[in-house]
């Protein structure tokens, strides 16, 4: 080979260098050279490192397979008694699960550094990205390089319009075709597909966003649960929450100030076929005010359909029932009266409580005493030995009642459920056989306490209850849009092409007109060929191909063709 050839193939290779240089806003790599020693060289490549693609990738890797000990290992911030329950179990491994703090996976430090430093890496990607894509918007696309034949799509003929007349043909139909062209010396140089790099920097800015949102949700954020029961209402107070947790940067100041009353439940059921008994509507009917002095208003949340109120959302997530419980001494005087919520133990709605009577009871001999009532309660009693419920809604509501006296501990100083009973210290009532006493009741009846101790009284009015949680997550809303963002933002690079097209027209040796039509995409595609074929099409139809030096019937002239060119297989 000659050593013109040689430069000849050199300035070829230059040339379509620079035709397809800036196809994408993804920096120049550069040969990674060792820093010298020094901070500042050594800061330097850390950054370089650090701001790179695969870089990012890799944290945003790690990032998800540090939230899998999230979801599978209990978290004190999300249930404190499944923590205690699981040391208590693996003993070996909760020493080790502490070292790790992987019984706080999202506030660990070793998963607060992966989060920053992807953080990081994300804007140390984008900004020289943003900036790259702000330039070639400004810009221009490049001139046509000299040898047209070597880029992968290419397609020539000759005709007899003047050059000027198919320049101009040309640049017509490329921004009509939504190209950026502009003339340059003896081409047309255009443009398409910027929409794709827009979509790749959305994409990363939407994922700075999501981890704004999702850092922000976790320090700021509130989760409580209320059980309200019908008649009685809710304040936002921390204090009235059955249960709260909060982020680390939360404050009482920050709740949301409201209240509701819940005035009505309802719920419908199947009530046959093999379906039978499964819910079909929740329903808790509220009447809320906004702030201090606000009107009140009426609504009705349902299942999946919560009440928001500024950031705060209230969601009804569980219901049960609560019959009215009515205790007498044996002087006939009324020492508890109140509706008792009872947690439901299955489907069908069997629940069981207690009712505990801690102040004003004594005894037939005058003395004081607590009193201790187990209750378990089927909505529908089916009859027979049954046990259970046989539906969930109340057509044949029946209580048990189980009573007991003494000492509840309920001023030990240790806390307790108000759901279940401390019998250390409590004594049974026995009836006239010896037995323990204990009684099936229906609603307006009454059971008699031995030896004129009193009674309990089933009153007929059984009332629901309705659970519900209060979440308060400021940066969901952001989350949202930054997912919805990412998802177009990544369709888009995904989908649409980056590509560019020249044509050339020139007066050939014999006075013909010869134009030249090339396309250049970022990637290897057949949407280049195929656009570029459609563009020569309209465009020989405006300048019809001439004859060639050896044909003399102009209509022998063949159509344009598009073809892979040398200069691509060779590639």
Known sequence: ??????????????????????????????????????????????????????????????????????????????????????????????????????????????????????????????????WQFVGQLRGRPPGAPKRLDRLPAYTTWRTAADPEEVREAALKLLKKRH????????????????????????FHIALIVLLVAFASGQMYKSDGTKLVVEGDGFANSILQYDDFK??????????????????????SYQTS???????????????????????????????NEPLRIDDAKVYLVSHGYAPVITVRDGKGDVVYHDAVPLLPLDANVTSQGVVKVMDGYKNAKNV??????????????????????????????????????????????????????????????????GAQLRDNLKPGQTMQLPNGAGSVTFEKDVKEWAGFEIVQEPGSGWALAGAIA???????SLFIQRRRVWVRAVQGPDGVTVVEMAGLGRSESAKVPEELGDLAGILYDQAPGAPDPDTEDPAESPDPEVVPSEGAEKR
């Not at 990412?486 to 888009?492: D, K, Q």
């Open 486 to 492: 990412a998802i177009f933002g990544l369709a888009a």
């Open 246 to 267: 909060s982020g680390s940067m939360f404050s009482t100041d920050d709740l949301v100030p409201f209240s509701f009353d819940l005035k009505n439940f309802s719920a």
């Open 1 to 130: 080979m000659s050593k013109t050839e040689t430069d000849n193939g050199e300035q070829d290779q230059q040339d379509l260098g620079a035709a397809g240089s800036q196809l994408s806003t993804a920096p120049v790599e550069e040969t990674v050279i060792a820093p010298g020693l020094g901070v500042v060289g050594w800061a330097r490549w850390f950054w370089r490192q650090l701001t790179s693609m695969r870089v990012a990738l890799l944290l945003l890797l790690l990032l998800s397979l540090g939230a899998i000990p999230g979801s599978l290992i209990p978290q004190s911030g999300a249930d404190i008694s499944k923590v205690a329950d699981f040391r208590k179990s693996h003993t070996t491994l909760a020493p080790i699960y502490d070292k790790l703090g992987l019984f706080h996976v999202y506030s660990s430090v070793w998963f607060s550094a992966i989060y920053i430093l992807l953080f990081v890496s994300l804007i140390g990607c984008i900004i020289p990205r943003a």
């Open 179 to 202: 190209f950026r062209a502009h003339p340059v010396g003896t081409a047309v140089a255009a443009e398409k597909g910027y929409v794709r790099e827009f979509g790749n920097l959305v």
């Open 368 to 433: 004081s005493e607590q009193l201790g009532i187990s209750l378990f309660f089927l909505p529908t009693y089916g009859g027979g030995t049954s046990v259970l419920s046989s539906f969930p809604a109340l057509n044949n509501p029946v209580l048990n009642l189980t009573p007991y006296h003494g000492d509840l501990g309920v001023n030990s100083g240790i806390p307790q459920s108000v759901y279940q009973l401390n019998k250390s210290h409590m004594k049974e009532f026995k009836d006239s056989k």
């Open 273 to 303: 076929g093999p379906s039978k008994g499964t819910a079909v509507s929740f329903k808790a009917d509220i009447d809320y005010s906004e702030g201090a002095y606000g009107k009140p208003k009426r609504t009705t949340i349902k299942v």
